[in-house]
C-alpha cells in the first residue's frame, strides 16, 4: 500500500469539494422541456401567485396613477362598465373555498381569458393618445400586463394539467372562449374605435379588481389542494 501524507489528502479532499460544488443541479422549467425537471405542484404554485402578485401590483399602480393624472379632486361619480361582471365569481375566501378546485380553476381561466382583448384594445388606444405626459409610459405598462395575461393564463392551463395528472382535478376544467363571456351587447364598449379617457378609467378599475381576484383565487386554491402547507 502507498501512504499520502495528510496534507495530498487535504488538497485532493479540497479539488474534489471544489468540483462538487461547480456542478449545477438539473434546472426547473416550468412546462418540462427537455434538460429540464418537472416541477413540482406547489413550485407551479408559487410562480403563478408570484407572477399574478406583480400582474395586481402593476393594475393597481396604473389605476392610481390614472385617478392622479385625470381625475385629482377624487370627485368622480358614475358606474362602472365592467365586461366581466357576467362571470359569478365568490366575494370572499370561505365561498371561494366552497366552490371547490374545478370550479375555482374554471373562475381562474375565464376571467384571464376575459382580458385578452380589452387589454389590448386599452394598450393600443393608449399609444395614439394625445396624453403623451400620462401615456407614454403607461401605454407601456398596459402593453406588459398584457403579455402577463396571455403568460399566467398557459402557466394555470399546464397548472391545472398537472392537477389532472395527480387526481387532484377532473377532466372538465377546460378553456372557454372569452367571446361567451362578454354580455349580450353586440358591441361592447372597449370595442369602438376610439376609446376616451372614461373609456380607459373603467378598464383600468376592472381589471384592477379581477387581478386581485385571480391573485386571491390562486392563493385560496393552493391551500385547498395542497393543505400539508398549512396556509
Not at 21 to 33: E, L, M
Not at 43 to 58: A, H, P, Y
Not at 67 to 73: A, K, S
Not at 164 to 174: D, P, R, T, Y
Request: hydrophobic fraction near 35%; proline fraction near 6%; charged fraction near 20%.
Amino acid at each position: 500500500f502507498f501512504f499520502f501524507p495528510p496534507l495530498v489528502w487535504l488538497a485532493a479532499a479540497l479539488v474534489c469539494l471544489a468540483l462538487c460544488v461547480r456542478v449545477n443541479p438539473v434546472p426547473i422549467c416550468a412546462f418540462g422541456q427537455t434538460g429540464c425537471r418537472t416541477p413540482s405542484l406547489a413550485e407551479l404554485f408559487e410562480r403563478l401567485i408570484q407572477q399574478s402578485s406583480r400582474m395586481n401590483g402593476i393594475s393597481t399602480d396604473l389605476h392610481s396613477e390614472f385617478e392622479r393624472y385625470f381625475l385629482p379632486n377624487k370627485n368622480f361619480l358614475g358606474n362602472r362598465r365592467c365586461h366581466t361582471y357576467g362571470i359569478t365569481t365568490p366575494d370572499d375566501k370561505e365561498n371561494a373555498q366552497r366552490l371547490g378546485r374545478e370550479q375555482l380553476t374554471k373562475v381562474i381561466l375565464r376571467l384571464l381569458e376575459a382580458w385578452s382583448d380589452p387589454l389590448s384594445q386599452l394598450y393600443w388606444s393608449m399609444s395614439l393618445d394625445q396624453n403623451q405626459n400620462f401615456n407614454h409610459d403607461t401605454s407601456n405598462k398596459a402593453l406588459e400586463i398584457t403579455d402577463m395575461v396571455q403568460e399566467l393564463r398557459g402557466g394555470v392551463a399546464k397548472m391545472a394539467e398537472k392537477m389532472k395528472q395527480e387526481g387532484v382535478l377532473s377532466n372538465a376544467v377546460i378553456y372557454v372562449s372569452p367571446e361567451s363571456l362578454v354580455p349580450s351587447s353586440p358591441s361592447p364598449f372597449y370595442r369602438r374605435e376610439k376609446l376616451k379617457s372614461m373609456d380607459h378609467h373603467d378598464l383600468l378599475y376592472c381589471f384592477r379588481r379581477d387581478s386581485n381576484k385571480v391573485q386571491n383565487y390562486l392563493q385560496v386554491l393552493r391551500c385547498t389542494t395542497l393543505p400539508e402547507l398549512n396556509c
